[in-house]
């Protein structure tokens, strides 16, 4: 499985970006991919989850109403759309695929990952 991140840049407060998971590999009957976030010094965040099968989203309750995950109708790539960004937002964002069969906030719930994109918002 490979998972490859793009898209983070350096962006103002109320900027938006779109991040980028190219997927190759993946094993059948994985249903549901993740985005997670790690700031420096702080524990791995969730951010959404997409249920490949309907594009269906699960969201934070921290990013809901300014990000939206989907993915392509090839389902090779998975997008997280970031609207209204914050300081806070400031972080290196993951896309992840999960090993369980429902939409899951739990990185360990998670076993393959791409190696990140960073995301710096400026105040």
């Known amino acids: 499985v490979q998972l490859v991140e793009s898209g983070g840049d350096s962006v103002e407060t109320g900027g938006s970006l779109r991040l980028s998971c190219e997927v190759s590999?993946?094993?059948?009957?994985?249903?549901?991919m993740s985005w997670f976030r790690q700031a420096p010094g702080k524990s791995r965040e969730y951010v959404a989850t997409?249920?490949?099968?309907?594009?269906?989203?699960y969201y934070s309750a921290s990013v809901r109403d300014r990000f939206t995950i989907s993915q392509d109708n090839a389902k090779r790539m998975v997008y997280l759309q970031m609207d209204s960004l914050k300081p806070e937002d400031t972080a290196m964002y993951y896309c992840?695929?999960?090993?369980?069969?429902?939409?899951?906030?739990?990185?360990?719930?998670?076993?393959?990952w791409g190696q990140g994109t960073q995301v710096t918002v400026s105040s």
């Open positions: 997409i249920l490949r099968d309907s594009g269906w989203g």
């Open positions: 590999g993946l094993p059948a009957g994985r249903r549901f």
């Open positions: 992840a695929v999960a090993h369980v069969d429902y939409s899951s906030s739990q990185a360990a719930d998670h076993d393959y």
